[in-house]
């Protein structure tokens, strides 16, 4: 790439020896001097090189609105097959696969009972409309899901349900599966008790007027506590619209404003109409490339991001940023004199905001594959702070060594706690075992951001690419040389 020239700083690493390697180096039961020696260079050639920034801003100035099925998606898929050829892959091509389509088109709320309080409004991803000309009706107020749930059918029916739940903000992102069952399957428990439509405080943490869409999920039984878990279940959900009603999130400073209404006594009424589009079955892309491995190019190690992205923003954090990552790390490694022992394979997943349906045709299509290991970037907007595992006991000692590089940076190693490869290699880990690990971003401020129109490339910091790119570089080197296999905990 036209920033670096790292291919003379790295085509002589592979003979170095031991006493030429980095400093931090110690001894070793795993890698060689020479492995590690070169995930050392990579790791500290990536963090002075500017590429993955340039790939994420290419990205959202050419392909801002790229939600499955719509127009910026075929641009996108342009864009990733042009720029991995151009980056030396050696082999790229595009899995077409076919999806239910859905298309935002409006939504407004306004509360008639007070002064006819316009609210910030965005559909839910995958609601359907409300009759023509809307619906007015009182409101009624639920804390939780279960709340609506323990309610009696004479106290929905009619009615537009609002929900209120609030994420709690934590590093690690674990304050969203919790809040998160409002908008995933409130839609379905409104319908089932003779609502008319359902409004939910968005699911995020910030205090600002953008509210948060997201998909919604359809058929599952059970309430799903993790954001993996409900991208999952969609993916494997029923058709749109079986047992439904419109439904739409409102920013969290007018849910603030909207609950200070409710805790008056008075009765609230809203005018509420949501517009969106069902165009039917639709065509999207995974895009795929490979470096192909110099010793056993058919054990393959997979990494990569989602390229689609919804509408309301332009999803520089979500996930183009994690697109970038990935495909220059990958890229970096194809560069070396010597290429790793086993294939890294690259995907920009398509439709993960849909149901992570680009992830799941992907495992029907390559169920043959011997994926031996995964990770994908697809959460945080800071740095990477831990590595956490997601292989069995016995192959945790081997991250723990590959740790000992990404330790230098600040980067924390716990083999108690539990990764997971990603959610678009979720099929892979269900269905085929897959092992893998956690390069955990920073999500303190994920979800200010998450599935809004701020989600844009002005709050993300080259830098933060630059080290997380480092990262992901030195991590895949060494999984694709180590010379034993990963097999996956229990998930």
């Given at each position: 790439?036209?920033?670096?020239?790292?291919?003379?700083?790295?085509?002589?690493?592979?003979?170095?020896?031991?006493?030429?390697?980095?400093?931090?180096?110690?001894?070793?039961?795993?890698?060689?001097?020479?492995?590690?020696?070169?995930?050392?260079?990579?790791r500290d050639a990536a963090q002075?090189?500017?590429?993955?920034?340039?790939?994420?801003?290419?990205?959202?100035s050419v392909a801002p609105k790229?939600?499955?099925?719509?127009?910026?998606?075929?641009?996108?898929?342009?864009?990733?097959?042009?720029?991995?050829?151009?980056?030396?892959?050696?082999?790229?091509?595009?899995?077409?696969?076919?999806?239910?389509?859905?298309?935002?088109?409006?939504?407004?709320?306004?509360?008639?009972?007070?002064?006819?309080?316009?609210?910030?409004?965005?559909?839910?991803?995958?609601?359907?409309?409300?009759?023509?000309?809307?619906?007015?009706?009182?409101?009624?107020?639920?804390?939780?899901?279960?709340?609506?749930?323990?309610?009696?059918?004479?106290?929905?029916?009619?009615?537009?349900?609002?929900?209120?739940?609030?994420?709690?903000?934590?590093?690690?992102?674990?304050?969203?599966?919790?809040?998160?069952?409002?908008?995933?399957?409130?839609?379905?428990?409104?319908?089932?008790?003779?609502?008319?439509?359902?409004?939910?405080?968005?699911?995020?943490?910030?205090?600002?007027?953008?509210?948060?869409?997201?998909?919604?999920?359809?058929?599952?039984?059970?309430?799903?506590?993790?954001?993996?878990?409900?991208?999952?279940?969609?993916?494997?959900?029923?058709?749109?619209?079986?047992?439904?009603?419109?439904?739409?999130?409102?920013?969290?400073?007018?849910?603030?404003?909207?609950?200070?209404?409710?805790?008056?006594?008075?009765?609230?009424?809203?005018?509420?109409?949501?517009?969106?589009?069902?165009?039917?079955?639709?065509?999207?892309?995974?895009?795929?490339?490979?470096?192909?491995?110099?010793?056993?190019?058919?054990?393959?190690?997979?990494?990569?991001?989602?390229?689609?992205?919804?509408?309301?923003?332009?999803?520089?954090?979500?996930?183009?940023?994690?697109?970038?990552?990935?495909?220059?790390?990958?890229?970096?490694?194809?560069?070396?004199?010597?290429?790793?022992?086993?294939?890294?394979?690259?995907?920009?997943?398509?439709?993960?905001?849909?149901?992570?349906?680009?992830?799941?045709?992907?495992?029907?299509?390559?169920?043959?594959?011997?994926?031996?290991?995964?990770?994908?970037?697809?959460?945080?907007?800071?740095?990477?702070?831990?590595?956490?595992?997601?292989?069995?006991?016995?192959?945790?000692?081997?991250?723990?060594?590959?740790?000992?590089?990404?330790?230098?940076?600040?980067?924390?190693?716990?083999?108690?706690?539990?990764?997971?490869?990603?959610?678009?290699?979720?099929?892979?880990?269900?269905?085929?075992?897959?092992?893998?690990?956690?390069?955990?971003?920073?999500?303190?401020?994920?979800?200010?951001?998450?599935?809004?129109?701020?989600?844009?490339?002005?709050?993300?910091?080259?830098?933060?690419?630059?080290?997380?790119?480092?990262?992901?570089?030195?991590?895949?080197?060494l999984v694709a040389e180590y010379?034993?296999?990963?097999?996956?905990?229990?998930?």
């Amino acid at each position: 790439m036209n920033t670096r020239n790292i291919f003379a700083l790295l085509a002589a690493v592979p003979i170095l020896s031991a006493c030429d390697a980095p400093k931090e180096e110690t001894s070793t039961t795993y890698f060689s001097a020479e492995q590690m020696a070169t995930a050392a260079s990579l790791r500290d050639a990536a963090q002075e090189d500017s590429d993955t920034w340039v790939l994420l801003e290419e990205l959202v100035s050419v392909a801002p609105k790229r939600l499955a099925g719509s127009p910026g998606d075929s641009v996108a898929r342009d864009w990733a097959v042009a720029k991995l050829e151009s980056l030396g892959f050696d082999r790229v091509w595009v899995q077409e696969f076919q999806l239910r389509g859905w298309a935002r088109e409006s939504a407004s709320a306004t509360v008639l009972s007070h002064d006819n309080l316009d609210l910030d409004i965005t559909s839910l991803g995958k609601s359907v409309s409300t009759p023509a000309g809307g619906v007015t009706a009182e409101v009624i107020h639920f804390g939780t899901l279960a709340d609506l749930e323990a309610a009696t059918e004479s106290d929905v029916e009619g009615k537009i349900v609002f929900i209120s739940n609030r994420m709690e903000r934590k590093k690690d992102g674990s304050g969203y599966g919790p809040a998160n069952v409002a908008r995933s399957r409130g839609h379905e428990v409104v319908a089932r008790k003779g609502g008319l439509a359902l409004l939910i405080r968005s699911i995020g943490t910030d205090n600002h007027d953008a509210p948060h869409t997201g998909g919604m999920s359809y058929g599952e039984s059970g309430a799903p506590q993790t954001e993996l878990d409900i991208a999952y279940e969609a993916a494997i959900s029923a058709p749109y619209g079986e047992e439904t009603v419109a439904a739409g999130a409102i920013s969290n400073i007018d849910a603030d404003a909207f609950e200070a209404l409710f805790e008056s006594g008075e009765e609230i009424t809203v005018a509420l109409e949501i517009r969106n589009n069902d165009p039917g079955e639709i065509t999207s892309y995974n895009i795929i490339g490979e470096i192909v491995g110099s010793e056993r190019p058919d054990e393959v190690v997979i990494t990569g991001g989602h390229i689609d992205a919804w509408d309301t923003g332009v999803g520089a954090m979500d996930d183009g940023m994690g697109v970038a990552i990935t495909m220059n790390a990958v890229s970096m490694i194809g560069e070396l004199a010597q290429r790793p022992a086993r294939t890294i394979r690259y995907v920009a997943f398509g439709a993960e905001e849909l149901g992570l349906l680009g992830a799941k045709a992907y495992a029907e299509a390559y169920a043959d594959v011997d994926h031996v290991f995964g990770i994908e970037s697809d959460f945080g907007i800071g740095k990477v702070w831990r590595l956490s595992p997601a292989v069995s006991a016995d192959a945790v000692p081997v991250l723990g060594e590959i740790a000992t590089v990404l330790e230098p940076m600040g980067i924390g190693w716990d083999p108690g706690a539990s990764g997971f490869p990603g959610p678009d290699l979720r099929p892979l880990v269900t269905g085929a075992g897959l092992a893998g690990a956690s390069l955990n971003g920073d999500g303190t401020l994920y979800f200010d951001l998450h599935h809004t129109a701020e989600d844009t490339l002005d709050k993300i910091e080259a830098s933060d690419l630059a080290y997380n790119t480092a990262a992901y570089a030195a991590l895949l080197y060494l999984v694709a040389e180590y010379d034993g296999r990963f097999d996956a905990t229990s998930q």
